[in-house]
C-alpha cells in the first residue's frame, strides 16, 4: 500500500473525514505503518499509551479487565477503526486491551505527532472535537437505553 | 623544595655542569689555534716568509720552552715533519680544516650537553611538581584550579629547561672573556682602563634598576595568564550554566577584561624592555665616545710634545695604534658584556618563575611521602574493630563537621549512617575512608591506627565509593581493573633490542630522579579481586556487574560495540555462529517476519536504495551515504546500466511529495529532521525548480538539477516512505546495479567497503547487525524488542553472552565518564570498589541518583556479597538503615542515637523522626 492509497483510507475514517487530503497525506507520511498478528496485543489496560492507531486492516477486539480476573469483550474494531484516542488526549493509562484477532494493520500516531498535527492544522482540532462530541452523544444514549432497561 | 633555583640546579647537575665547563675551557684552547693558524698559512705557507731561510721547515714540531738554566731552553717533544712549501700549505690547510672541525664537534658536544642536562632538570622538575600533586592533600584540590596546574607543569616550567644549561657555563664563559679583554686596555693604558670600568659600574647599577619594573610586569604576566588558563577551563565546565542562564556574554566581557589587562602588561613590558635596551646601548656607546677623546687627547699631546714631562705625560703616554688597540679590545667587550646582562635578566626572570611555580605547590598539610612507598609485599588484612576516638573534623572556616565522635564496631558488624542533610554523616564517611584530615582524635582499624597506615595498604583494604564517582577516560574493563593497581606484579618482557632501549629509558629515568616503574608491567593484583588468572577475573568482574545491575547495560554496549577480527578471531567466529543460529530459527513465520536477511540475489525492501546497491559497510566516509551519489566510479556503473534517468525520475517525484507535504511548514520544524528527505534551507530551491520544470518530465531538468535530484532516492525505503517508486522491475534493475558495482569496483574503492557476506564477520558493523545479518522489517509491532529477546536467547544457548559482555567492557567511558548516565557511573564506581574485595567498604550516599527500588536491590546485593567483611554505609533514606546491624544517628556533628535499628525504632528518638519524615 502506497501513500496514496492510505490517504484515500484515512479519508474514510470518520475522525480525518473533513481534514484536507494534504494535511492527511503528511499525516500517513509521519506515521509508522505497524502490523500486528493474530493473538498479538496492541495495548493493554492500566498501561500508560503514547499512541493512537487507526486500523487500516484486520479486525481486533476491545476487551475490559472484570473484576476479579478475567476479560470481557465490549467492542469489535474492523477497518477505519480507530483507538487509543482517549489515552493521548486525556493523559490516562489505557482504558481497554486491544487484542489482534487476524493480521492487523494499523497507522500508529504518537502523542507528539498527534499534537503537532494538531497545532499545524487547527481544523483538525475542531474535526476531532466534532467526532467526539458525537461519540459522546452515543454512549449518552447508549447509557439511556441501559438506564431505562434497568 | 629549594627557593632558590641556582641551588636547585647546582644540587641536581653540578657533575654534568663541571663536566660541561671543562669542556667550555679545552674548546678554548682550540678556538685559539684555530685563530691563529691563518697568520701562518698567509705568512709561511703562501708568502713563504720561513722559506727564505731554508728549503723545508718542520711541520707539527713540538716544543716546550724550558728556563734558560736548563739545557738551551728548548725540549723537543715531536722533532716534525720537514717539508717544502707547497706541501707545507697542504698541509698547514688540512690543518686548519681539521681545527674547523673540532671546533664544530666542540660546539655541538657542548651545546648537546647543555641541552641534555637541561632537558634532563626539567624532567627532573615536572616529575618533582606532579609528584607533589600525588602528596596534596584531597582538601586542597578544592582550592586550586586543575587547568592552572596543568599550565603550570607544562608551560610555565618550560623556559627554565633551556636556562638551566646555560646557567652554569655561560656566566664563566662570557666573564672570563670580558676579563680579558678588560686586562687587555688596562695593559694599553690604566686610565682608559679605569673609564671603562667606571662605564660598565654605571651600566650595572642603572640597568638592575630599570629592570625591577619589567621583572615585577613579568611575574603580573605570567600570573594573568596562568588565571586566564583557569578561567577558560571553567568555561569548559560550566558550559550548560553558561547557556542555561545565557550568560555567555557575561563571560565574554569577563575573558576581554582579563585579555586586555594581559595586554596591557605585556605592551608595558615591551616599551620597558627597548627602553633599556636603548639606554644600554647608549651606555655602550660611550665608552669609544671616551675613548677617542681621551686616547686621541694622549696620541695629541704624545706627537706636539714628545718629550714633555710630568705625571700625566708619563702615564698618559699613547701612541695611535694604542687607541686603536684599545678601541678593538672594546669592541669585543660589548658582545659579552651585554650576554652576560642578557643572562642576569634571564635569570630573575626564571628565578621569578620558579618561585611563582612552586610556592603553588606547597599547601599545608602534604601528605607523608613515606605513606605512599612502594610495598613489596602483598597488603595484611585489616580485621577487629573500627574505633573511632574523639574524633574531631573542622572545615575551612573552623566549623566543627564532626564533633568528638567516639565509637567502637567490629568490622563484620555491618553499620549503617543516617541523618538529615548536614548532620555530618557525609564527613563521617569521608574521615573513615581517610579522606578528609582530622583535627582532634583518632581512628583504629583493630591496633593499627589509621592516619599512619600507607596508601598501599589502604588503598588495598578500604573502599570508598562517594556520590562524586570519577572515572578515568578509558574502558570500562580498565575502570573496573583501577582499583587493582597498588604496585607492579609482574614484569613486562622485552626481548632483544627492546630490552636494551627499555634499560637506556630507565637510566634515563634514574638520571632525572624519575620512578623506573613500569606502567606496562602486569599491576593487576589478581588476588586482591580473589582470582588466580586473568580468565577468573574477568569472571569475577561479570559477577561484580550483575552484582549492581550494570551487565545488562554493558551487554547492550557490546551489542553495539565492534571485534577487531585479527585480533579476535576466536570472538568473531562465535559470532558468527550465533548468526547461524539466529538464521535457523527465522524458519518460524513468526519470527521471519521481524527479520529480511542479507541476500545479495534478493532486493533488501527495508533498506534504502543506496545500501541495497553498496550490500555492505562502507569504512570510509567516501561511501556513506551522503556522499554515494557524488561518486564518479558510483555515477558511470548507474549510467551503464541506464539507471541515470531513473533515479532523475524518482528523484522528481520525491522533490515533488516533499514540497507538497512540508511547504506549508515553517523553516526549521522538527517535521524536517524526522521525515524529509530535503532540508528546510534546501526546500525552496526544489521548489523553484520544480515550478522552472512546470510538470515537463525528466528530459527537461538541467544537467545540475539532475545531480540534485539523482541523489534524493539513495535514502528511500519502500516500506518506510511509501511512495511506491520501487516496483518488482526497478528491484531486478537495482539488483543488476548492486552485481556490477562489485563486480568492476576499482581495488582503491575496495578497501573502502566491507560486502555482507553470510561466512565472514564484517568488522565495519557492529554485534548486533553481525548476529542479525540482515535488517529489522519496518512496521513490525515491538520488533525491536522481540528482536533483541531473540539475540539474547540465541547467545544464551550458545553461552556466548560473554563474549558480547566483554566487548561492552573494552566500551570507552569517556572524559570523567560522561558516556555513561549518571546512573551507570554510580553502579560502575561500586562495582569497581567490590572488586577487591575491601575489609571495610565506605558507601557514601552513593546510590542517590537511582531509583528506590533499585537502591534497595543494590543495597541488598552489596551487604549479602560484602557479609562477613566491614561495611559503613551512610544513607540518604534512613528507612534502609533497618538491614543493617547497627544504626549510627548524627546530628550537628555528633552521633546522637546508636543501637541496632530495632532497638531505635521502638525508640521513638530521632531515628524513629527520620524514618517517618521519609
Redesign the interface.
Known sequence: ????E?VELLKAVPLFAKVEP?KL??L???S??????AG?E?CHQGEAGDAMYVILGGRADVLIDKQGGGQIKVAELTRHGFFGDIAILCDVPRTATILATEHLLTLKITKDMFY?MVQ?FPTMAVEMLRELGHRLEDTNKQLRAAKSAA | MDRSLFRYIWRNSKREQIAILIMVVLAQVFYFFSLSLPKTIVNDGIEGKVFKSAREVPFLRLEIALPSWLSDGKLTLFDGIYLTQWPYLVALSCLFLAFVTINGLFKKTINTQKGRMGERMLRRLRYELYDRILLFPTSHFRKVKQAELATMIKDEVEPLGGFIGDAFVQPMFLGGQAATALLFIMMQNWLLGLIVIAILAVQAFIIPRLRKRVLVLGKQRQITARALAGRIAETADGSQEIHTHGTANYERADVSDRLGTIFTVRFELYQRKFTAKFLNNLLSQVTPFLIYLIGGWFAIRGQVDPNATGWLATQGKMDVGAVVGVLLAYKDLPSPIKELIDWDQQRQDVQIKYEQVIDQFQPEGMIDPNLQALSADPAPTLSGDLVLSGVTVEDDSGTRTLDGISLTNPLQRSLAIVGAAGSGKEALGQAIARLLPTSGGSIAIGDRKLAELPESITGARLSHVGQDIYLFPLSVRENMYYGLKQRPLRAAEYQGEQARLRDHFVAESQRAGNSILDPNADWVDLQLAGATNHAQLEARLIEMLKLVELEEDIYQLGLRGRIDVERQPEEAEAILRARAELHSRLQDP?LA?LIEPFDRNRYSVNMSVAENLLFGTPTDRGLDIANLGANPYFQAVLARLGLADAFVAMGLRIAE?MV???A??PAGH??FD??SFISSEDLPQFRLMLQRLGGKGVEAVSASDRRLLAALPLHYIE?R????LIDESMQHRLLEARNAFAKELPAELARKIEFYDRDHYNGASNIQDNILFGRMA?????AERRVGALIAEVLDKLDLRNVVVEVGLDYNVGVAGKRLTAGQRQKLGLARALLKRPDLLIINDATAVLDGASQQRLLDNVLSANAGRGVVWVLGRPAQAQHFDRVLVMQGGKVVEEGTPKELASRNGHYAELVASG
Not at chain 2, 516512505?721 to 511506491?724: E, K, N, S
Not at chain 2, 519496518?778 to 515491538?782: R, S, T, V
Open positions: 500500500m502506497n501513500l496514496n492510505e494534504a497525506k503528511l500517513a507520511f509521519t509508522e505503518r505497524l502490523t500486528f498478528n498479538q496492541v503537532r499545524e | 513468526a517476519s511529495t507538497e507535504l512540508f506549508d511548514l522538527p517535521f524526522q521525515y516500506p516512505h511509501r511512495l511506491g519496518f512496521g513490525q509491532a515491538g
